[in-house]
């Protein structure tokens, strides 16, 4: 089975009906809405995305379905900054909808699905969204006020971080810039659509960041799995990385390639799959101070190959897969008789020669805008009690009283690039 077949299996083993992708399914959408009520609120770009979101609002009255409030809800800017959250519950609260139809990607996901808890238990519990953070503080909310949430169905247009399948919702606050999450299930979208197809519509910087993701997720969750999710995390992400590899490149020199676009999409699907099965780490822990000068994916990219180093006495088993599929693609020579730290560098080398073929950073300081604020910011939000999640999720788990001495010279390391840095834990 070719890994494009492969990934379609898993997605539908997982998720099933409540899940609508593909290529040219977007008009699928307006049935999928009238089965909640004849009211939807759509929330979306409307400038570079106007043209699909028409035809979402096209596809809704043609199922019966009005728009609620009469116009479109203006989504979140990238990151999903907690004013767009408050903004977008205004909307839910004077609208009233049936149905949610959130048309983006990422971050106006995520918006819409704090939004929603905000919407349901700002009245009950609190309005503030920090006491939403953390894992399953929202299933509590509403067990506790039996309430439930509006029907959301999440419409992905962008290769990214799976948010329309996941019960993830990043959160920031950019007055400190930093990022903080909602970890439940009931924000989970009822219903996902992702047509593949509307990602030819978005920058190539957008889903190059996608498949940066991609890998992140399935790696992390991979490195970090239990005996009885291991088999699972290594399937999902032997297909996830083996697709970002053998497309990513086409992508930056096609960036129409609808075979590649696909490609891409599934990846960052299985991306979704696999932060569902287990938890990611390192990486998107340090990607959320990191706000203010890159994107999410884009950062992950950069820190893992340095995580990777620090967990290697942990991650051997790990190291042989993902690096066989690296040598498949020609990023390293053989990794079959390395072990210890040498497989570990000779792993993180590729996956830096990864970044680098498309064009991606592969440091810290090749950022704009990078400074020693950064290093700060990231250590003490990994002190922080409602990110610990990231800490124990790591291969090698990680207390607040390690940070300073095993995280500083890994952030040191990824500044400059330089993998002898890192200690060994």
């Known amino acids: 089975m070719d890994q494009m077949k492969r990934a379609y299996t898993l997605l539908n083993e997982w998720k099933g009906d409540s899940y ?23 929330v979306s770009n409307t400038t570079y995305m106007k043209s699909i979101a028409d035809k979402v609002v096209s596809y809704l009255n043609a199922a019966g379905v009005e728009l609620a409030g009469g116009v479109i809800a203006p989504d979140a800017k990238p990151n999903a900054p907690r ?28 918006a819409v699905k704090a939004a929603n808890a905000l919407a349901a238990l700002g009245g009950k519990v609190t309005c503030e969204i920090d006491h939403y953070f953390g894992t399953n503080m929202v299933t509590q909310a509403l067990q506790q006020t039996n309430t439930s949430l509006i029907p959301v169905i ?23 810039g930093q990022k903080k999450l909602i970890v439940d299930m009931a924000i ?34 991979f490195c970090g799995a239990k005996e009885d999710t291991y088999e699972k995390a290594r399937e999902i992400a032997e297909c996830a990385i083996s697709l970002v590899a053998e497309y990513a490149k086409t992508l930056i020199d096609d960036p129409k390639n609808v075979e590649a676009r696909e490609a ?15 938890g990611t780490s390192g990486a998107h822990l340090t990607s959320f ?27 051997q088993k ?5 690096g066989s599929i690296f040598e498949k693609f020609g990023f390293v020579s053989s990794v079959e008789n390395l072990e210890g730290r040498e497989l570990a560098v000779a792993v993180a080398q590729a996956m830096i020669d990864f970044s680098a073929s498309i064009k991606a950073p592969t440091k810290l300081e090749d950022l704009k805008g990078f400074s020693s604020v950064h290093i700060e910011r990231a250590l003490s939000a990994a002190k922080d009690p409602q990110l610990e999640m990231k800490l124990k999720n790591m291969p090698v788990p990680m207390s607040s ?8 010279p890994l952030l040191r390391s990824a500044a400059c690039g330089d993998l002898s840095l890192i200690k060994e834990m």
């Open 83 to 110: 004013e767009d959250v408050y903004r977008l519950e205004s909307y839910i609260l004077h609208h009233r909808p049936d149905s949610i139809v959130v048309v983006g990607g990422g971050s106006a996901i995520d």
């Open 289 to 315: 101070s990191l706000v203010d000068i890159v994107s999410h994916g884009t950062a992950c990219g950069i820190m893992n190959p340095y995580y990777a180093v620090l967990y290697e006495k942990a991650i």
């Open 154 to 176: 999440a419409v992905q247009t962008s290769a990214s971080s799976g948010a329309h399948l996941t019960k993830y919702s990043n959160i920031t606050d950019p007055v400190v």
């Open 20 to 42: 609508v992708h593909g290529l040219g399914v977007l008009d699928q959408v307006g049935n999928l809405a009238a089965k909640f009520g004849k009211r939807a609120l759509v």
């Open 264 to 278: 891409i999409g599934l990846a960052t699907d299985l991306g979704g799959y696999a932060i569902m099965i287990g």
């Open 401 to 408: 009283s390690d940070v300073d001495v095993y995280m500083q």
């Open 188 to 221: 989970v979208p009822t219903v996902g659509l992702f047509d593949y197809e509307t990602t030819i519509s978005m920058p190539i910087s957008v889903t190059i960041d996608g498949a940066l993701d991609a890998i992140a997720h399935t790696f992390e969750v």
């Open 318 to 322: 790990q190291l042989k897969v993902v």
